[in-house]
């Protein structure tokens, strides 16, 4: 934990929260030469759970942070993307991971493996990770930190990369910087590909998306032998998994192969409330700045949150390196940074759904609908796939490289 009474070190970045992006911008400021301390409010690997997909974009980053070939090598790459009915009916269709293209694979595994790899880096590379270093309070103006235990420290910056309840916001934006519950729940499990015969290769390489009168449903092979999901319910109830496992066998019965055995054959699942978080006016004020979550939280409908708080990491690190005016490197990163990430959270919105309450009920919801309504939702789903996954788009997303 920090000591209240050690001598300041204004050189220090101090970056708080462990996470994907704090501890990516650790490892790119101190191969740069940057000092940097992270303060991470849980224990080691504390509440990590669920799997998520590292873009090609993101990949790049790790790739600029030396981890690249180790995610690669524990998780599964991703080669397609696809949508389809509850008959099983291919809706759409596009290619995904296109390394030969634009330098790295798409690759998907569990987040606590990605978080791994990236811990054991930061500490071979000799970054001081500190755990339970719970943040209070910001101090203006901006570099000095309170602890949940009383002690302080002060540095050269603050870089809150702290998530959606960010405590480094609150110094940043104020009053009105709260994140707001979604009125979702992400459910998210794994299971081994052993206990699912008659996958292949293809299919386990892939991201496939269900829609029907459950709701949407995605698949796809996460860390090496498994095969990781998510959905999502409208409700904050937690019975329990083997009573919500059942409920979900129920809600997606009819749904193609292997939905039900992927769900039946899940030990446990993790349970995560979704939040978002209003456009901030700022990410920076005075000696601290935002990044990722913390700045802006993007649906999980992107597919981008992971990458796109990569790229932030990785940015702003760079310009922390090069430059010794912070007001004018944090001016760079936002001015840079907010248009790519605001058009990825427009392009995750769903379009149309947005003025069909109903749809958009039974896209993250599940709330039962007739067969009009399911038609209805394949459009939108269809739509939005098309923007997102088409030549432009991937190249939008996995041709961007950070300055």
Not at 54 to 64: E, S
Not at 74 to 98: H, I, K, M, N, R
Not at 153 to 171: E, I, M, P, Q, T
Request: with cysteine.
């Amino acid at each position: 934990m920090p000591d209240e009474s050690s001598t300041p070190d204004g050189r220090v970045v101090h970056i708080v929260g462990g996470g994907i992006a704090g501890l990516t911008m650790a490892i790119l400021l101190h191969r740069s030469g940057v000092p940097c301390t992270v303060h991470e409010a849980g224990s080691h690997r504390s509440g990590i759970g669920g799997g998520l997909n590292v873009a090609t974009n993101g990949m790049k980053v790790l790739a600029a942070a030396g981890v690249a070939d180790r995610v690669t090598a524990a998780g599964t790459t991703v080669d397609t993307y696809a949508l389809l009915g509850q008959d099983g009916t291919v809706l759409v269709e596009f290619p995904y991971s296109e390394p030969e293209v634009h330098g790295q694979p798409c690759v998907s595994l569990a987040r606590a493996t990605l978080l791994g790899i990236l811990t054991d880096r930061a500490r071979r590379l000799g970054v001081d990770i500190r755990y339970g270093a719970k943040v209070v309070e910001v101090s203006a103006p901006g570099d000095t930190l309170r602890f949940a235990d009383g002690t302080t420290a002060s540095g050269r910056l603050v870089v809150g990369a702290d998530g959606a309840h960010s405590s480094v916001r609150r110094f940043v934006a104020h009053q009105g910087s709260t994140a707001e519950y979604a009125g979702l729940v992400g459910i998210a499990g794994a299971t081994r590909v052993a206990a699912l015969p008659g996958l292949d290769r293809a299919e386990i390489e892939a991201i496939t998306l269900t829609i029907g009168a459950g709701g949407l449903l995605g698949w796809g092979g996460g860390d090496a032998g498994t095969i990781m999901w998510w959905t999502y319910l409208p409700h904050d109830t937690d019975p329990g998994w083997p009573v919500t496992r059942e409920k979900l066998l129920d809600r997606f019965a009819g749904y193609p192969k292997p939905v039900g055995a992927v769900i039946a054959n899940t030990d446990s699942a993790s349970r995560v409330r979704l939040y978002g978080v209003a456009p901030l006016p700022s990410w920076h004020r005075d000696r601290a700045v935002l990044i990722g979550d913390a700045a802006h939280a993007v649906p999980p409908t992107s597919g981008q949150g992971a990458s796109l708080a990569l790229e932030d990491a990785a940015h702003l690190a760079g310009l922390l390196a090069a430059e010794d005016d912070h007001r004018a490197a944090f001016a760079r990163f936002e001015q840079h940074r907010r248009p790519r990430v605001e058009r990825a959270v427009t392009e995750a919105s769903l379009g149309p759904a947005d003025g069909d309450s109903a749809v958009a009920a039974l896209i993250v919801g599940g709330l039962p609908g007739g067969p009009d309504l399911i038609r209805r939702a394949n459009d939108v789903l269809t739509e939005s796939f098309v923007g997102l996954y088409s030549d432009e788009g991937r190249r939008w997303k996995f041709g961007y490289d950070v300055p």
